[in-house]
Nanobody, 129 residues
């Protein structure tokens, strides 16, 4: 049984940092592209970042470039999202997703949540102004 479990969410002041983590089990972690999405109240889930199976490639949505960094540790089956310079508009539930690799890096696919095979339950991030 595949499980993805996010952690690290919480309340933070604007401008502050927060680090999210997602622990995976029940799958061959190194065979999956990992992504982070978020969903704000009343809005659809949106892509944030993705990282390739080996961690050598990453892809970000424009509004987090330079502020968020995605990383993974295949030995520990974890993927992290380091967030800095947080803004109130970053407030959302953050989800990690796992997408079985096609064998090549194709960033345009990873923006689409339908590409992902597994999802975690999400972790709430609230940024106060």
């Amino acid at each position: 049984q595949v499980q993805l479990a996010e952690s690290g969410g919480g309340l933070v002041q604007a401008g502050g940092p927060l680090r999210l983590s997602c622990a995976a089990s029940g799958l061959t972690f190194s065979s999956y592209v990992m992504g982070w999405f978020r969903q704000a109240p009343g809005k659809e889930r949106e892509f944030v970042a993705a990282i390739s199976t080996g961690g050598g490639n990453s892809y970000y949505v424009d509004f987090v470039k330079g502020r968020f960094t995605i990383s993974r540790d295949n030995a520990k089956n974890t993927v992290a999202l380091q967030m800095t310079s947080l803004k109130p508009e970053d407030t959302a539930v953050y989800f990690c997703g796992a997408d079985k690799t096609r064998g090549y890096w194709s960033p345009s696919y990873y923006r689409n949540e339908d590409e992902y095979d597994y999802w975690g339950q999400g972790t709430q991030v609230t940024v106060s102004s």
